[in-house]
């Protein structure tokens, strides 16, 4: 069974450009969570998707924004970049969403630098 | 918001000594997980503890979640260099299908 696909691994942007990152789940799994890795920060939950609807949002600015398609893949976008957004970008699937969650697998995650 | 927090944030360990990550989470939980990062990876899914005082084991390492679901250990007895990494605890909040909250992580460097 494939694990969860991340893509792009790496890129690097400039400030005020816009970003795309997306995220293939384990086949089966229908719940997908994004989180931001920063050497300082740790992990910053961003958001969660399930059955195409956002269920749980994190404390981040509107400048970044996802969604989920039917097959269960998912996007996450970030617009008008900034040098702090400059970090590892890690995806996370699971078979259910909420109390009813069991381990997430994660994906080897997107690296982003912006300069 | 609900905070989880551990300590320490970083420890090194000869090889053969024990080690400790301590879990406290501002709420209570429905259940905690650990996961393990190795340098230059992605976290790695442990355990999952869902009972108030359970206690589980896997070889050298055991876990513990308080009586309270308030906080959790992760114990590894006689590390080795295959045990580097960060450790991260993760808990969801009680009674609502809130996000997984993860800890601050704890570093664990073992030299020989």
């Known amino acids: 069974k494939a694990g969860v696909t991340q893509t792009p691994r790496y890129l690097i942007k400039t400030r005020g450009q816009q970003v795309t990152l997306s995220c293939s789940p384990i086949?089966?799994?229908?719940?997908v969570s994004w989180y931001q890795q920063t050497p300082g920060q740790g992990l910053q939950f961003l958001f969660e998707y399930f059955s195409e609807t956002q269920r749980n949002k994190g404390n981040f600015p509107g400048r970044f924004s996802g969604r989920q398609f039917s097959n269960s893949r998912s996007e996450m976008n970030v617009s008008t970049l900034e040098l702090g957004d400059s970090a590892l970008y890690l995806c996370?699937?699971?078979?259910?969403?909420?109390?009813?969650?069991?381990?997430?697998?994660f994906g080897e995650g997107s690296r982003l630098t912006v300069l | 918001g609900q905070q989880v927090m551990q300590i320490p944030q970083y420890q090194h360990v000869q090889e053969g000594e024990d080690f400790t990550t301590y879990c406290n989470s501002s709420t209570t939980l429905s259940n905690i997980q650990w996961y393990k990062q190795r340098p230059g990876g992605h976290p790695v899914f442990l355990i999952q503890?869902?009972?108030?005082?359970e206690v589980k084991k896997q070889k050298r390492l055991t876990f513990q979640f308080g009586e309270a679901k308030k906080n959790s250990s992760l114990h590894i007895t006689a590390t080795q260099t295959t045990d580097v990494g960060t450790y991260f605890c993760a808990g969801r909040r009680t009674g609502t299908a809130s996000k997984l909250t993860f800890g601050t992580g704890t570093r664990l460097q073992v030299t020989l």
């Open positions: 086949s089966g799994h229908r719940s």
């Open positions: 503890l869902v009972k108030s005082g």
């Open positions: 996370a699937s699971s078979l259910e969403w909420g109390s009813n969650t069991g381990e997430l697998f």
